[in-house]
């Protein structure tokens, strides 16, 4: 029996490669779902081809475009951030891959879970901002939560069998494009030239966290949760090839490691296959290609992000998600070239340190806190030139 998918922000980067993978296995897997937030010509070239049951354009102005486009087809139609969240729930959906960019993948994670809907997660920011919310409610509802980011994927592969306890978990950092850059260079760095990731083809918003080194704190904050450790067991170590995903360390002392080429295809393949590993025609890694792996401690002075990243972690509450929702702010700034590169994690401590903690929120003083986060970065942000 195929498994039925849903896949959230079809037409981004993951989303993308996510339909090359379903392409390559056409008897395994069947898409009844595809949403998209502002891409409606790629959104109905999608639809066209996999003719999903339900189709949805978060941005509504696009609706017509679509609708009109996909009216001869045996397709439904919506439009509306609400519209994603309540078509994840359709009876038709075994599996959601989460490829939402930022805040926007919440509420229809929390909406899977709730209808007991297996997730692919490939939207980090889910379990950065409510972390312990998503997971004591996947455990309740006795939902899997696969991770897609290469570097959880690797840690999830690495405990496939275990039943010993974890230590630790390194989780690697490429370094981004900037690794060997000083402050100096940094801050008169554009967006395009932070845009080019060394390793991975990736979206803007992940590109820019990677050159800023937030990536790997979020990512840092969605292991404690999806492995359920605490901040001390999760270190981050630089290796600029990104042949080895991350590391597992037991209680005795050795250590395993998932290493691959760098293509986001394969731990796609795998949350969607899970347990099963299918066979492909990937490009293999050859050792003599790679003679030599190297690995060092990130720089924090340079790359502030990943500190504050740490320190939100160890605040717990509502502090990850403050810190989250000012640096989408402050990304959307360097991007929009109303701040530049050294600012986003200037923007980022101001906001931690102006907006109240929650120790133990609700889903709604998490709802605040990205707001009251959000409109005081957006301050920071104008009064940068002042």
Known sequence: MKKRLAILGSTGSIGTQALEVIDRYPGRFEITVLTANNNVKLLIQQAIKYQPAEVVIANESKFGEL??????????????????????????????????????????????????????????????????????????????????????????????????????????ASGGPFLEKNNDFL???????????????????????????????????????????????????????SIVHS???FEDGSIKAQMGLPDMKLPILYAFSYPERLKTDFPRFSFTDYPSLTFEAPDTDRFKNLELAYEAMYAGGTMPCVMNAANEVAVEAFLGSRAGFLDIPLIVEKTMRKV?????PSLDDYRESDREARLYAEEVIGNLNR
């Open 247 to 249: 590391l597992v360390q």
């Open 67 to 172: 609708s009109g486009a996909l009216s001869g087809y045996p397709v439904r139609v919506y439009s509306g951030y609400e519209a994603v969240e309540k078509v994840v729930q359709n009876e038709n959906i075994d599996m959601v891959l989460s490829a939402l960019v930022g805040y926007s993948g919440l509420m229809p994670a929390i909406s899977a879970i709730k209808s007991g809907k297996d997730i692919a997660l490939a939207n980090k920011e889910s379990l950065v901002i409510a972390g312990e919310l998503i997971t004591k409610m996947a455990s309740e509802k006795n939902v899997l939560l696969i991770p897609v980011d290469s570097e959880h994927s690797a840690v999830f592969q690495c405990l496939a069998g275990e039943l010993n306890a974890i230590e630790k978990i390194y989780l690697t």
């Open 356 to 360: 109240s903690l929650v120790r133990q």
């Open 187 to 241: 801050k008169n760095v554009s967006s395009g030239e932070a845009l080019k990731h060394p390793n991975w083809d990736m979206g803007a918003k992940i590109s820019i966290d990677s050159a800023t080194l937030m990536n790997k704190g979020l990512e840092a904050i969605e292991a404690r949760w999806l492995f359920n450790l605490e901040p001390t067991q999760i270190e981050v170590i630089v290796h600029p090839q």
